[in-house]
């Protein structure tokens, strides 16, 4: 019997133990993560018992301050950028809340309506009015300046035969095969 692979198999299964399932995140309106720094105060208390000749006892109490500084990207650029990303997001979703009245009657968005209370989404005008794809335009110009160019997609579908058709009749089989 192989022991390594027994141990690597006991051991995969108390990391196993271990793990937590992953769960979504809401990216919306949120910080991303932007620290500055952080301040600490903390208080330390040692017993330190020294057995030698007369057995005596010391002992120190203290207090500690401290402060972290992260790495990366100063703290107004920081908070600026996050900033921006809350106001864009903003921007795209207030034309939503605008148009629904039923969220400013609703005291659960109140800080949301007041939040996009002015703000009036542009429309997109460039679709066009037919409701077909820019690919699609572009495919039938195409067409018009190369009508002997068979393009991927020009299958012409099988339609369904009239109500009268007659279907042919399967050729007979010969017994003799």
Same mark, same amino acid.
């Given at each position: ?28 309106? $949120? ?49 600026? $950028?996050?900033?921006? #990303? ?13 148009? $629904? ?6 005291? $659960? ?5 007041? #939040? ?39 299958? #012409?579908?099988? #339609? ?18």
């Amino acid at each position: 019997m192989n022991y390594y692979f027994t141990g690597l198999l006991i051991i995969l299964m108390f990391l196993l133990t271990l793990i937590e399932p992953a769960y979504p995140r809401n990216e919306y309106l $949120n910080e991303y993560g932007v620290r500055c720094g952080e301040m600490e105060i903390s208080t330390e208390r040692r017993d330190t018992d020294y057995n030698y000749s007369d057995s005596s006892t010391n002992e120190q109490q203290g207090i500690r301050f401290t402060y972290r500084k992260y790495l990366g990207t100063d703290c107004k650029t920081s908070k600026e $950028n996050v900033a921006i #990303k809350q106001q864009l997001e903003l921007m795209k979703m207030c034309g939503r809340v605008n148009s $629904n009245p039923s969220l400013a009657h609703n005291e $659960n968005f109140a800080l949301l309506v007041s #939040k996009c209370r002015g703000i009036t989404p542009a429309r997109d005008n460039t679709r066009p009015s037919d409701s077909k794809s820019l690919w699609d335009d572009m495919k039938d110009e195409y067409k018009k300046e190369n009508p002997d160019i068979k393009l991927m997609g020009d299958k #012409k579908i099988l #339609k369904m035969p009239p109500k009268d058709f007659i279907l042919p009749l399967p050729k007979p089989k010969n017994e003799t095969e």
